[in-house]
C-alpha cells in the first residue's frame, strides 16, 4: 500500500478494533444483514492500526478499475484463453499483493459477489486488521489476510502456484532513496520500495497467477516504463491502460494498468479519466469520476 499525489489523498474515521465483529455479524447474517451497515458505510470505517499507512483513494481506484474490467469481460473470463466464447459468470479467486488493511480486496469483493480471496502482507498488524475489517463487511468467508513475504512466497504455503484467476495490487510507489522516509518503519515500508522492489510484488503476482490470469496495479504515470519492462520480465503482457489525471488540464499522475498472464502482445489505451474540477473550495470530483468508482462520493464536495 502507498500514497501518491496530495490531490489523491482520502480520508478516514478509525475505530477501534472489535474483537467481537465477526460474532456480530454471525448473528447479523441469520438476520439476512451481515455487515450491511458498515458496507454502506465503507471506505471509512476500516481499521487501521496506529503508525502504519493510511490508504489513499488510489486503492478505491484500483479496486474499481479491477471490477469494472472483470465486469466487461465476464468474471468467468478472469483465466480464459483471449478468444474463448463468452461464459456464464462465475465465482473467481483472486490475490491482493501487498494488502494492508485489505481495502483494495474487500472494494473487490462489495463490487463483484463472484469475487473469494487472499490478502498477503509482510505485515503481521495489518494482516489481522484486514481479517478484522473483513469481519466488519461480514466478508470473512470471502477474504482472508495471510502473512507472508511477497519476495520468498514462493517457498511458502500461503498461496499455491498457479491458483489464482486475478491478482491486484498497490505496490510501494518510490525508489529506497527517493525522498525522506516516513515518521514509522511500517509507513516507509508501504510508501518505499526498502522491503520489496517492483519486481518483488510483480513476481510474487506471476507465481500466483494462472496461465491467462489477470493482473491489476495502479503506479505512478512517471514510472510506468518501469512497471511494463518488469511485467514483460514475469510474461505478464500489459493489454489496458488507463491514464489518470488530476484535472483535465494536466499530464497524467496515475497509471491503472492490466496485463495478463502469456497474453499476446497488443495493448488498448483508454480514454483519461479526470478526478478534479473547480478551484479552491469549489474544488469537487468530476461525475467522471463518481461514476467510475463510486467510493471517492466519500470524500466529495458539491455532490
Not at 509482510?122 to 470473512?140: M, R
Not at 511458502?156 to 510507489?173: D, G, L, R
Request: charged content about 20%.
Amino acid at each position: 500500500m502507498n500514497t501518491s499525489p496530495e490531490s489523491f489523498i482520502l480520508t478516514t474515521e478509525q475505530p477501534e478494533a472489535n474483537k467481537a465483529t465477526c460474532m456480530t455479524n454471525q448473528t447479523e447474517a441469520q438476520q439476512g444483514s451481515p455487515g450491511q451497515e458498515a458496507r454502506e458505510y465503507f471506505p471509512r470505517g476500516l481499521y487501521q492500526p496506529p503508525g502504519t499507512f493510511r490508504f489513499s483513494a488510489d486503492a478505491l481506484l484500483l479496486a474499481c478499475f479491477a471490477a469494472s474490467s472483470l465486469t466487461a469481460a465476464g468474471p468467468s473470463a478472469a483465466a480464459q484463453p483471449e478468444d474463448a466464447a463468452p461464459a456464464r459468470a462465475k465465482s473467481f479467486t483472486f490475490m491482493d499483493t501487498g494488502t494492508g488493511c485489505g481495502v483494495v480486496g474487500l472494494a473487490l469483493c462489495l463490487l463483484n459477489p463472484a469475487a473469494k480471496g487472499t490478502g498477503i502482507d509482510i505485515n503481521p498488524q495489518l494482516v489481522e486488521a484486514a481479517w478484522q475489517n473483513a469481519c466488519l463487511l461480514g466478508l470473512e468467508t470471502r477474504f482472508t489476510g495471510v502473512h507472508a513475504d511477497a519476495s520468498t512466497l514462493r517457498m511458502t504455503q500461503a498461496v499455491q502456484p498457479e491458483s489464482c484467476h486475478v491478482v491486484v495490487t498497490n505496490p510501494p510507489y518510490r525508489r529506497p532513496h527517493q525522498g525522506r522516509h516516513s515518521a514509522t518503519e511500517a509507513r516507509t515500508r508501504a510508501l518505499f520500495e526498502t522491503e520489496g522492489a517492483l519486481d518483488v510484488f510483480i513476481t510474487a503476482s506471476a507465481f500466483a497467477l494462472r496461465n491467462k490470469g489477470r493482473f491489476f496495479c495502479v503506479y505512478p504515470a512517471e514510472r510506468l516504463p518501469d512497471l511494463i519492462c518488469t511485467l514483460r520480465e514475469a510474461s505478464l503482457e500489459p493489454k489496458t491502460l488507463l491514464p489518470v489525471h488530476s484535472r483535465i488540464n494536466q499530464p497524467a499522475k496515475l497509471a491503472l494498468l492490466e496485463a495478463r498472464k502469456n497474453a499476446n502482445p497488443a495493448m488498448t489505451i483508454q480514454p483519461p479519466l479526470i478526478l478534479y474540477e473547480g478551484s479552491g473550495n469549489e474544488t469537487r470530483h468530476t461525475k467522471q469520476a463518481l461514476d467510475f468508482c463510486s467510493f471517492l462520493a466519500c470524500n466529495a464536495r458539491g455532490t
